[in-house]
């Protein structure tokens, strides 16, 4: 869930600029993040990813981040629901972090609590998108690596299937996972606040530098990517193989397997 | 199901009011209740939660209550299918409340015997809104609750995961559940004819001063909020968290664990 | 599958009168039935009922009957595919049935081989519409039905779920079943060529003169009704309670059960 | 995946024919392949067959050949996103057939590396479509087959349900396979490289001459049939009875029964 923030947090553009900055949010190009934002989110909620105003979505445009608020259906936004915020003015400092300004705030809403997370990806890996789905796969998949001795519950692993092809082998490295390597998707546990989630999601992306995204115990999962291309097909191929995991888990087969490479014979 | 009530029910204003009152199902605004009952039955349609015919919404504008006849395809529903009728002028004693009256109604259907269940939520707790599902999520969690002997059958019960943030704390309470807490449903046996369900609904409100959902045994759920938005997000919050919960029976993994807060490190 | 009928079958009235009787699928009114059967045979693709040109509907208006061609996308139908026969024109007996005589044929296309299984449920029902899937939910009961000693094999029954209320006591009775009341289909084995189905069908009509459909082994179920709308709701209905009762199944839980009622106490 | 080939293959007609060719994806007809290929691959994604990039699907029209590029989101391709090539232009020698010369090539895109395994149906079976999904159901066949070992790990065998009807008896032959038919789905080992997958769905095609379809193991399946109507229809039949292998596999019922015909009895 993307609840508003402790009340500590100030969003002190909300009365003056906003309306000065509406124009930020205001495009006739569907690719416009303000558009793209809420096209994805509908298309999100008919996948199941983002029930009940949990989960969203956020896109980096050079130093504009433009964010989903708390708490709205998210096959009902509207380019004016978002929040724009300057990346480079951001406090670097945990505790002033809390003190966001943005440069646009939508009148009747609050900022969401995963905003923080959102910016990890946008500033630690320079992603362009970051999606925070609460899938039921993601979640089912934590409570199996949590439920199975045999399993390391803080790293789901998956090798062998086709569709690992989809995922990129790291930030600044060319090229796309092989098809016998193994995908791992760090776990970090759930944190009563999320925005507590934050010094967790950046501690598994520095122990796993190539990795495009981080599950969350009991509650779901992040994904991002260099652009909203590259983070929305990683995850729907990330969402297509948590679904194979737990539907292989229920037939009884292993996520990791030594298969012998087939190798063409006539070239 | 929500079938006509038993043929006690005399709609006494169906003849001469109907023309009249038509333009309490009037409107071009979309959010309109007249128009926002279809558009969620229809939404609910292609979740599965009113299939057949079963299931329905009602929403509660100041003293004016409106309903979705019996028997309707919710696909299909338009505003001049609506009932509407003022909450305030309902009889309070049970036998008479057979005697309804309705303010406007629509010439070739008959009133919903779910009719008593919805006013007893807005009547009791004030509800904007009211969704009463067939989802056989739901109906699964209560045939789970009914035949797992470690389990109270009479109440569902889950925690640790991040959805259940997305309830209230309860009527008349501020803020919402958080990760660790426990969301409690209490769940009514079914009863031979729907309305007969009144008085069962209303002693489970008793009992559960802070629920904002009753699962009906073998049948679905009730949910209701302050306003649509809140039912509508709660009751797809809730319906998440049954699908999780059967899947969690098949995967062998409890709806309750003891798991210890993870507490952020540098704040 | 309703493949096109053995050779044997002569459209007699394919060539001359063809262009003369278009206009008996021209209309403007979307619940015409050779605009009903396009927009119903969609939705029920989208269900998942006629996946690959399985599956079907037939309307029936006064002595009037519509029907989709064979192997016709069911997405992708038109009012221009639908054939239209006279109910009273069509020969009784069984050898001469296959020489039917359509009053308006489609071009490029053949009939169905569920033709003979529609008519059964007008003639024998006075149904005004018979709807067939492909349902995997129909086809994994009949299976279950099939590999589960306990069970009779050749009768689906269900008892104490709501929405059992969705159907009809049976042809010519007043009022729905009740929750208490036992919801009996009977199951006929399937046969190499889909018309031969015709006789078990009607059999299975004798012996069960309130059912409302007939389970085919292996194949799926037809369901009828006095109208579209009951038809439609009924077909709903009962794939939702074979979808519950692989459910139930996979949990092991039981499809009858004795459940004491639960009677009101203030009235 | 379809990702980009080898760095090998040169698409030497990228710069200057391209601007001459779009006369060859543009067209107003919703039935010419480049309307068709998208509309399709649209209505896949929604059926979670072509998730993340992964899939896709080739038209033959005479001699030309319409392909989607690689790497693109299924549900958002456009008719200036298609590849044309002509069949007969190809080159036989394997070698050779990775310098692959385009009549029409999208600007921003690379070809697919599915692109010899779809001219392998066009060029073996003179099929004119030709669909390649990811869909979970196939890939879950696979590995049931892998790990099953009382079954043949190479071969899907299923009879006795109507929907094996769907299928035509095999290139050259009249007519469809029977409800009592052996429906033989040959099951190829996954390579690193999807264009390596080339030489042994030949081989599979010549081992099952009738076979419309190869399934990858790990990876998903391929189906071709005469013209669009058909492989879209083989391979939704082909889907739905991959589904129902799974669930019968789940409640432990065998895919190959020995089932008495049942006969008429009247004719």
């Given amino acids: ?107 009747q809403y609050k900022p969401s609590q995963c905003t923080p997370l959102f910016l990890a990806a946008f500033t630690k890996r320079n992603a362009g998108c970051c999606i925070h789905t609460h899938s039921h796969w993601a979640v089912l998949v934590t409570l ?9 519950s803080k790293l789901f692993e998956i090798n062998n299937i086709e569709q690992i092809k989809g995922f990129g082998k790291g930030h600044g490295k060319v090229g796309n996972l092989g098809y016998h390597d193994t995908l791992r ?39 991002w990517g260099d652009n909203v291309h590259k983070a929305k097909t990683m995850c729907e191929s990330l969402d297509y193989l948590f679904q194979l995991a737990v539907e292989m888990k229920q037939l009884g087969l292993p996520w990791i397997t030594d298969i012998e490479p087939t190798l063409p014979t006539r070239k």
Same sequence: chains 1, 2, 3, 4.
């Fill in 185 to 223: 998707i760090p776990v970090i546990e759930n944190t009563a606040h999320e925005e507590d989630l934050t010094e967790f999601l950046e501690e598994a992306m520095d122990q796993y530098p190539d990795t495009y995204a981080v599950l969350v115990r009991r509650h779901g999962v992040y994904v």
């Fill in 1 to 107: 869930m993307c609840p508003p923030p402790s009340t500590t947090e100030v969003t002190t553009s909300t009365s003056p600029s906003t309306e000065n900055n509406d124009h930020l949010v205001t495009s006739s190009d569907p690719n416009h993040p303000a558009n793209l934002i809420p096209s994805l989110c509908a298309k999100f909620w008919h996948l199941g990813w983002v029930t009940g105003t949990g989960g969203g979505c956020s896109i980096r445009s050079d130093d504009l981040v433009y964010l989903a608020p708390s708490g709205v259906q998210k096959e009902l936004m509207k380019p004016s629901d978002i929040y724009v915020l300057s990346l480079s003015s951001q406090p670097t400092d945990p505790e002033e972090r809390k003190q966001r300004v943005y440069l646009r705030s939508p009148p």
């Fill in 144 to 152: 199996i690596l949590e439920s199975t001795p045999s399993l390391n």
